[in-house]
């Protein structure tokens, strides 16, 4: 089994790598989506889903 892995480490290496900024990513958009940020990003003025996204607050306009 430790050949294996000694042979593939590049590869887990990588992989590790990859599967922490994925986590970072999701991390991140589950905080904003807690602390009430849309998740598009681009603001609510005009968009239809503004009741959705924010259904305890009004939409910003």
């Not at 050949?3 to 590869?11: D, F, K, L, Q």
């Amino acid at each position: 089994m430790f050949a294996y892995i000694a042979s593939h480490m590049g590869y887990i290496a990588v992989t590790l790598v990859l599967v922490l900024i994925v986590a970072a990513v999701i991390a991140g958009m589950v905080r904003d989506r807690r602390s009430g940020k849309g998740g598009c990003g681009c603001g609510c003025k005009g968009c239809a889903n503004a009741p959705y996204c924010h259904a305890n607050s009004s939409p910003k306009h």
